[in-house]
């Protein structure tokens, strides 16, 4: 007995590293092809969306927006002393202008706004929030309504700060245009008299302390004409000569000085009054030097600092933990030094007041105590003249209050009209045009909503689909060569390829070849033979081409298998062996699927002997078993009756032995066996010949089953040659391109015969 070579595969290492290639590696041209290959989905999901935006569009009320621009500028601090001002505001803080935007997006200014343009009186505005109040009329009613219209009022209008300038732009969104007009001025018109009410209540503020005095004086100069006027009665004191008392002359002076006292206790307690009412960051920034400044600065430098770098690094960054621990430190040490500057300052002022009114308080002692001693000294006279002294000093001190008071009012009323830091720059014009909807925007929505949700679809198909697709997909995955790539002739039209020939009339012509309506579809098979000028022919001579270059031995018996039914086996074994006898060798074309058999009925002849009867001793070689078919040089070996043991009869020696004498007989043996994944057939039957062609079909073959495939074949030691990738359609790919390429070069062949035939008729 013969003794079976054990055929180990040149390829076994490549193989072997089918499962390490990566299974993922796509370049831009691959994700390029598959949306190429998905078009649909993507222009219809793109279709759907514009048709969504339109609509929305269409649905979507139209909005007006209107702009009014003002600027907003600091106010230099004042202070009361020497009557140069009457209050104060702050000037250099961090918070001036955010408070500013606030102020202009409050519940407040929105009010004083319904208010301007009398909207709680517009049915548009408080029906709704009239009949939530149920109609009551009442003060909180109606404080209630004008609320709920401020609210709805203020969430139209937008605060838009101009970088590096003072001006902002107060833009207003509505349904009307002429209501967006009137509400963005509105807006900036109820900002100006916001400040101008904070100045005036400010300036009465300090103003008010001056007049509680003068009445206090006023009702001290009036007790004191009546009590003279009482004892001029009494006494009947008709004149008096303080010229010759020294005590007189004394009280006098001491009078004076307690005028001086009180007007000094006067002004300092003013002073005093005005101070705990200034914020504690205007007086520390006044009184510090400029110190409060620095430190603000440098806070300010630190803060931008972190947050530049906060784009750059997170927050959790020791760099940024260690700046933002810095700001916090600057800033409680900027608090604390604001702090000890106002807590000084009030100090100070109120250490002076206390001085003040001490030194009055001894004057008035000192006065009163001399007033006695007057009176004791000298008759009704002397008292007279003292009080007299007193009333004169009381109207002289009421005249400088009065004085003090006109100045003080004439200072706030300028003061309000000439510090107005707020100018309307620009006012609001009617919009000619809505903002929103925008067709345009919608449309371009739509198409990037269309496009990103279309790709992501195709990428979500792509990631599902399991199934191998193209040849790159199969060089990847199983590391083995793509010998050739079969395109998918089915269009679902009756249409598989292209014709080259004479029409009816005559004329060269070159179209589709199509069945006739209702027929089927003409068989792939033995197109090489009955349409050789076909492109997929020219696609199998390729085929033939790349195998019997695979191989630096000759190629003698070749198995075509697959990994499941129907990827295309038999086809591929078929016209490789009609391409093959076109060379003019002695092929056979061998039909070793002993479960399915199907070539008897391609080549239309009979199958009652064959390879079983072969296999079976119940025919010997020679006698006919093989026979030649309509294509030259091919001869067929058909499977035989249907065994029981298929798989005990590919594995005897008498099919080893069989082959070994065919190799010797035919120029070419193909044999065709049943998939390698659903029996160990194609495994015995490629163990024997000298190499195994995979077949795989495009996009159904699952990358799993391929794997499993190749491993199997590899772990059995059976050399694989290559793969055919069947049914593959065109895109606009590599393979694409090539079979474009065979289209032309077999049409350019076509119109040269048949040039060369019309010349020899």
Request: net charge positive; charged share 25%; hydrophobic share 40%.
């Amino acid at each position: 007995m013969t003794s079976r070579p054990s055929h180990r595969s040149l390829d076994a290492a490549a193989t072997g590293a089918a499962q390490a290639g990566p299974e993922f590696d796509l370049d831009l041209g691959e994700y390029l092809r598959r949306l190429r290959r998905h078009w649909k989905v993507v222009a219809a999901i793109i279709v759907a969306m514009l048709a969504f935006h339109a609509a929305r569009y269409k649905m979507t009320p139209k909005v007006y927006e209107a702009r009014a621009r003002i600027q907003i500028k600091r106010i230099n601090v004042s202070s009361l002393s020497g009557g140069a001002g009457l209050f104060m505001e702050n000037w250099w803080n961090l918070e001036y202008y955010p408070t500013q935007y606030k102020l202009l997006e409050s519940r407040g200014l929105a009010e004083d706004v319904v208010h301007l343009l009398r909207l709680q009186d517009d049915p548009a505005f408080n029906r709704v929030v009239a009949a939530q109040d149920g109609g009551t009329a009442s003060a909180d009613a109606d404080s209630a309504v004008v609320g709920k219209i401020a609210q709805q009022l203020g969430g139209g209008l937008q605060v838009v700060p101009i970088r590096k300038t003072q001006l902002v732009d107060l833009v207003y969104r509505a349904g009307s245009p002429e209501f967006a007009m009137r509400a963005a001025n509105a807006f900036a018109e109820a900002f100006i008299a916001m400040g101008v009410k904070e100045r005036a209540r400010t300036a009465s503020s300090a103003s008010s302390f001056l007049d509680e005095e003068i009445t206090k004086v006023k009702k001290k100069i009036a007790a004191g004409q009546k009590r003279l006027q009482d004892l001029n009665r009494e006494q009947n004191v008709v004149d008096l000569d303080p010229a010759s008392n020294i005590t007189r002359r004394g009280l006098e002076a001491i009078s004076r000085d307690y005028s001086d006292a009180t007007a000094q206790r006067i002004e300092k307690e003013a002073r005093y009054r005005q101070l705990q009412s200034t914020s504690k960051e205007a007086l520390a920034d006044s009184l510090s030097g400029g110190l409060v400044s620095d430190r603000r600065a440098d806070l300010l430098r630190l803060e931008s600092e972190y947050e530049t770098k906060l784009q750059t690094y997170k927050e959790s960054w020791p760099a940024m933990i260690e700046i933002k621990a810095g700001i916090d430190q600057r800033r409680r040490e900027l608090d604390k030094l604001i702090e000890e500057q106002a807590n000084q300052a009030l100090q100070n002022a109120y250490a002076e007041l206390q001085t003040a009114r001490g030194r009055e308080l001894q004057l008035k002692r000192e006065i009163d105590r001399l007033t006695s001693t007057a009176i004791d000294e000298q008759s009704v006279a002397a008292e007279y003249g003292s009080l007299q002294k007193v009333l004169d000093n009381d109207q002289k001190l009421l005249d400088q209050l009065l004085r003090q008071q006109s100045d003080t009012a004439v200072s706030a009323n300028m003061g309000v009209r000439d510090n107005l830091n707020v100018d309307i720059v620009d006012r609001a014009l009617l919009p000619r045009t809505a903002i929103l909807p925008s067709l345009r925007r919608s449309l371009s929505l739509g198409l990037l909503t269309g496009t990103l949700l279309g790709v992501l679809a195709v990428f979500l198909i792509e990631f599902f689909d399991r199934s191998i697709k193209s040849s790159e997909e199969v060089e990847r995955l199983l590391q083995l060569p793509v010998l050739s790539v079969i395109p998918d002739i089915s269009s679902g039209r009756g249409v598989y390829g292209y014709y080259y020939g004479k029409s009816p009339s005559g004329q060269r012509n070159r179209g589709w070849m199509e069945t006739k309506k209702g027929a089927k579809e003409s068989p792939i098979e033995l197109l090489p033979h009955t349409q050789p000028r076909l492109a997929i022919s020219e696609a199998y001579r390729s085929l033939r081409t790349a195998l019997l270059l695979s191989s630096a031995e000759q190629l003698r018996v070749v198995t075509v298998t697959s990994a499941e039914t129907g990827e295309g086996k038999t086809t591929t074994a078929t016209n490789l062996a009609v391409v093959m006898a076109q060379l003019g060798r002695r092929v056979l074309l061998v039909d070793a699927d002993l479960r399915k058999p199907r070539l008897h009925r391609i080549f239309e002849t009979s199958n009652r002997q064959g390879l079983v009867s072969l296999l079976t001793r119940g025919a010997e070689v020679g006698q006919g078993v093989y026979r030649p078919t309509m294509v030259e040089n091919l001869y067929l070996l058909s499977s035989g009756p249907t065994p029981p043991n298929p798989a005990e009869l590919l594995a005897s020696n008498r099919m080893f032995e069989l082959i070994q004498y065919l190799k010797k007989t035919f120029d070419f043996v193909i044999i065709d066996t049943t998939p390698a994944l659903a029996v160990t057939d194609a495994t015995l039957v490629g163990a024997m010949s000298d190499g195994v062609l995979l077949c795989l079909r495009s996009g159904k073959l699952q990358r799993e089953d391929a794997k499993a495939c190749a491993n199997h074949l590899a772990m059995a030691e059976v050399r694989i040659l290559g793969t055919v990738l069947n049914r593959y359609r065109s895109t606009p790919g590599r393979y694409g391109k090539h079979y474009r390429t065979y289209e032309a070069y077999a049409e350019t062949s076509t119109e040269t015969d048949l040039a060369a035939t019309d010349s020899a008729a």
